[in-house]
């Protein structure tokens, strides 16, 4: 199956929608086939929309295989499913990943690890790459703080709040989605807690929130109270990485000893079901 053109992007089509609808929709952070099944299992029983999100790591770990894999299981879902790649940090890495025939059908150019100009520039100059190939754009105007596993060490870089002219001047390099950096945070939110400024969310909402589809990163703890503040903010997209993969890890572990097809099986339906729960949260379940 080949990729439609940018103006029929998987993933901006699903996003319209859900600004359209007023809902937003689970980009799961997949490590494994086990997470990609369990997020087109779970979009297919909820009747939801839902994204596939890889990191740079499985390009790193399985060449094009796990990417194939992916697109594969995203494309032939029976409900809307699009494959994104998130935080892809060098100029190379969105390069190769574009260049994958039939894979990514967005990808989100993090270069937010530089200053602010050359992360200007090299949006700009990246975001014309992708679009070249029907492919939607991401970018990270600010940075937000900590690190993740599967992205290249950045949890020591300073965390820089998005202001309203910082997305604005994003905007203009041409991206089709933006991640705000409003006090969320990437991995462990720490002793100080949850502190999100709704305020400055809603500021970059309304300065921009009518040209690209908002992003909510650091979304892991919280709970339907404060995804249904974000998505007041105009969030479309919310990203879920250990909400689903420590699903994954606790089955293993209370399952160790277990036939492997049985540990793989209850590992899916226990993320499989994590994922129709933030369906549900996040107001996609019954939309496709």
């Not at 990163?217 to 995804?227: L, Q, R, S, T, V």
């Amino acid at each position: 199956m080949g990729r439609p053109p940018l103006s029929e992007n998987r993933t901006m089509s699903i996003l319209n929608k859900a600004k359209a609808g007023g809902y937003a929709v689970p980009g799961m952070c997949c490590y494994n086939i086990e997470s990609i099944i369990a997020t087109v299992k779970a979009a297919e029983a909820a009747k939801s929309p839902a994204m596939v999100l890889l990191f740079p790591w499985a390009i790193q770990y399985a060449g094009d295989s796990l990417v194939k894999a992916a697109a594969d299981a995203a494309h032939s879902a029976s409900v809307p499913v699009s494959l994104h790649l998130d935080h892809a940090q060098t100029p190379e890495l969105v390069r190769r990943a574009a260049d994958i025939p039939d894979g990514f059908d967005s990808i989100m150019c993090d270069m937010s690890h530089y200053e602010k100009e050359e992360n200007l520039k090299l949006t700009a100059e990246l975001v014309k790459y992708c679009h070249e190939r029907g492919i939607a754009a991401e970018a990270e105007p600010g940075r937000i703080e900590g690190g993740e596993d599967g992205v290249a060490e950045t949890a020591d870089l300073e965390g820089l709040l998005t202001t309203p002219e910082e997305a604005e001047e994003f905007v203009n390099t041409g991206i089709d989605m933006l991640a705000p950096a409003f006090g969320n945070v990437h991995g462990e939110y720490g002793p100080r807690g949850i502190q999100l400024e709704y305020d400055r969310l809603q500021a970059i909402n309304e300065r921009v929130g009518e040209r690209v589809r908002l992003v909510l990163h650091g979304a892991d703890p919280f709970d339907e109270e404060i995804f249904r503040k974000c998505m007041a903010g105009g969030v479309t997209k919310v990203n879920i990485n250990k909400g689903m993969n420590n699903h994954y890890a606790r089955v293993q572990k209370e399952m160790e000893g277990k036939p492997l097809t049985s540990v793989i099986e209850a590992g899916t339906k226990a993320m499989q079901e994590a994922i129709e729960q933030y369906m549900h949260w996040l107001g996609s379940a019954g939309k496709a």
